[in-house]
């Protein structure tokens, strides 16, 4: 309720009890103000912070093809170039470019009390095709025994100098060459046109446990899983997108 | 206007007189009827650290990490003779029953109490399978094994308390005009699924589940050890949003 004031009294001594007591209920009031004190709607956008930390999107619509050869679930190897062997990054050689979002580091906190930060990673992979470069119809272009593997790292540092990238296997997904449709035929030879999907969300207190404080960034990388020598994968369009909340672990 | 200023100044070795007393405790009175409002606080007043943790938002996460790789090929691969080389089924990873029915998927459920709120609910999956079923390329020799060609496609969904978010589920809920026409089948397939759903105040518990669809020929059965589907590496999150 609002607070209900007694006036002193017209011709009333104001005593010094009087006064106390008067004031005393004011600094209750404004001590516990109840909802029926404040106007509706009185807090505005330039009064309370955002939610959000940083985001940052990026899109790539460049065309690329890559051969570099996966070769482990945990395998932290890092290809020196789209033909090599691991993980590369998606994004074209040229120009120079990769599907990474790079912002100011989200600290995750010190000590053993991590901030309430969590951080949400959303990408989507255009796969065009997996084939065989001068292979005959039907023999290993789009075969479904190929596949395109597609992970997150995040750019990550325990003082804010100091980055790693860090693989995240849980985040790991993989897609045949194959179009849906199976019948009798899993190997065709039209383009497969997949859309790989990635989603993640991180929290402070995973980020602390592995180490690390502060994010720096995030970007997709990604392998050509085969037995074939030469199996390429071609990429087309890609966007990554994150975002930091604040907003902590509650289970 | 809430700029507050007491009407009545006193001077020194004067009586107070009650009336210039009621005068100026009133404006503030009258402020904190119900008149505080938006000039009351300074730009910028409240940041971060005055918050409290989860004030707006709460994120919720439940995740799994499936090595599903033998070196050569997924773990569920067989090769000419049925065999699976890479030894079945990875550790983690979730078998999906051959029952046709609704099941939670292991792991991804989350029991959690809130009051009014939005929930934007993410579930991201790896899909893989098993089969003993082989396909002939058109016109040649080839033979893919295991691409499991009537397997009859699988199906994810959320469930909040229990109740399916129809809306979520991958596939057509539709066999009417489709050997697969109810579910999905690719061969690997990474999966996404989300949606935004008020919840009302109380305990809830948010999961995924997934089910092997029925084939069309509704009397046909899996062999549960070497036809069906798995989930891999998988995670459910969601922000309460308030």
Redesign the interface.
């Known amino acids: 309720m609002?607070?209900d004031?007694t006036?002193?009294?017209?011709?009333?001594?104001?005593t010094a009890a009087d006064?106390n007591d008067?004031?005393a209920n004011?600094r209750d009031?404004?001590n516990d103000?109840p909802e029926?004190?404040?106007?509706p709607?009185?807090?505005?956008h330039?009064?309370?912070?955002s939610?959000v930390g940083i985001s940052g999107f990026k899109a790539i619509t460049t065309a690329s093809t890559y051969t570099n050869r996966?070769?482990?679930?945990?395998d932290t190897a890092y290809a020196s170039a789209p033909s090599g062997t691991g993980w590369w990054r998606v994004g074209p050689m040229s120009p120079p470019d990769q599907l990474r979002v790079v912002h100011a580091p989200v600290d995750c906190g010190g000590g053993s009390d991590p901030e309430?930060i969590?951080y949400v990673a959303m990408a989507n992979i255009q796969m065009k095709k997996i084939s065989l470069p001068g292979a005959g119809a039907?023999?290993a272009e789009n075969?479904?025994?190929h596949?395109g593997v597609?992970q997150f790292q995040l750019e990550l540092s325990p003082d804010g100098t100091t980055t790693t990238w860090v693989n995240f296997?849980?985040?790991?997904?993989?897609?045949?060459g194959?179009t849906?449709g199976?019948?009798?035929?899993?190997?065709s030879n039209i383009s497969c046109q997949?859309d790989?999907?990635?989603?993640?969300?991180f929290?402070a207190a995973q980020i602390r446990s592995w180490g690390h404080r502060y994010i720096h960034g995030a970007r997709v990388v990604c392998a050509v899983?085969t037995?074939y020598l030469g199996i390429e994968m071609d990429l087309h369009r890609c966007n990554l997108s994150v975002f930091s909340?604040?907003?902590?672990?509650?289970? | 206007m809430p700029i507050v200023i007491p009407k009545k100044g006193f001077t020194a070795d004067t009586p107070?007189d009650?009336?210039d007393?009621?005068e100026n405790?009133?404006v503030?009175?009258q402020e904190?009827?119900?008149?505080?409002?938006?000039h009351?606080?300074?730009?910028?007043?409240?940041?971060?650290e005055?918050?409290e943790?989860?004030a707006?938002?709460?994120?919720?996460?439940?995740?799994?990490?499936v090595?599903?790789?033998t070196?050569?090929?997924?773990k569920l691969e067989r090769d000419s003779s049925g065999f699976v080389p890479g030894g079945g089924m990875p550790a983690d990873g979730h078998k999906v029953s051959t029952r046709y029915e609704w099941e939670t998927i292991t792991d991804m459920s989350?029991?959690?109490t809130a009051g009014n709120s939005i929930l934007w609910i993410?579930f991201?999956c790896?899909i893989d399978f098993s089969s003993t079923e082989n396909?002939?390329?058109?016109?040649?020799a080839?033979v893919?094994y295991g691409?499991?060609?009537?397997?009859p496609g699988l199906q994810v969904g959320i469930f909040i308390d229990g109740e399916l978010v129809s809306e979520t589920v991958t596939g057509a809920m539709d066999r009417s005009n489709d050997?697969?026409g109810e579910g999905?089948?690719?061969?690997?397939?990474?999966?996404?699924i989300?949606c935004v759903v008020p919840i009302a105040p109380g305990q809830h518990v948010v999961s995924a589940r997934a089910r092997m669809a029925r084939h069309t020929d509704a009397d046909k059965s899996y062999d549960s050890d070497t036809d069906f589907y798995a989930v891999f590496?998988?995670?459910l999150?969601f922000?309460?949003m308030r």
């Open positions: 609002p607070y004031w006036r002193f009294s017209e011709g009333d001594a104001a006064v008067t004031f004011l009031e404004v103000l029926l004190s404040i106007q709607r009185s807090l505005h330039a009064h309370i912070p939610a996966f070769i482990g679930f945990l309430p969590s039907n023999v075969d479904v025994r596949h597609f296997p849980s985040t790991q997904r993989y897609s045949s194959e849906e199976g019948r009798s035929h899993a190997i997949k790989v999907p990635l989603r993640s969300l929290l899983e037995n909340l604040r907003a902590p672990k509650v289970n | 107070i009650v009336n007393m009621n405790v009133e503030f009175v904190i009827q119900g008149s505080l409002g938006e009351n606080w300074a730009a910028n007043a409240f940041n971060s005055n918050l943790d989860g707006i938002i709460r994120a919720y996460e439940a995740r799994e990490s090595n599903w790789y070196g050569l090929a997924s989350i029991v959690f993410t991201s790896q396909s002939t390329a058109s016109g040649t080839v893919t691409t499991g060609k009537d397997l050997t697969r999905h089948h690719f061969r690997r397939d990474p999966t996404v989300d590496n998988r995670q999150y922000l309460e």
